[in-house]
């Protein structure tokens, strides 16, 4: 009689059900043999896939730093895009004041007052 090896995939949930878990030792789930041929094709994929990484060691590094210096200039660009001076803050704030006020039936000459200062600073600081 011939011996036949079949091997299994355990998930991780039931491997730590079988260490710690009251069934300890005991059958829990009857488990499908993995495919030797799809395991042997997907370890012969994931080493061709490092013997190019490693025979391509100056083209991955000069993508990762093309990709690196991309990335870092585009945050770097964002972030002076984005950056408004105080005027322009002080302007956005008074007119979410005034906006507040009139959805809330409180506008005051308080309100309206501070809206014009802080847009005739702005006029002045263009």
Avoid: W
């Amino acid at each position: 009689m011939a011996v036949v090896t079949e091997s299994f995939d355990i998930p991780m949930d039931i491997m730590t059900k079988l260490a710690t878990g009251p069934n300890k030792g005991q059958i829990v789930k009857h488990l499908e043999p993995v495919k030797m041929e799809q395991a042997d094709q997907i370890q012969k994929v994931g080493s061709k896939i490092m013997q190019v990484a490693k025979n391509r060691k100056k083209e991955l590094i000069i993508g990762a730093l093309v990709t690196g210096t991309i990335t870092v200039g585009g945050v770097v660009y964002h972030k002076i895009k984005s950056r408004q001076p105080e005027v322009v803050q002080n302007y956005h704030a008074a007119l979410r004041d005034y906006i507040d006020d009139v959805r809330s039936g409180k506008l005051s000459m308080e309100s309206i007052n501070c809206l014009m200062d802080s847009l005739e600073k702005f006029k002045q600081n263009k």
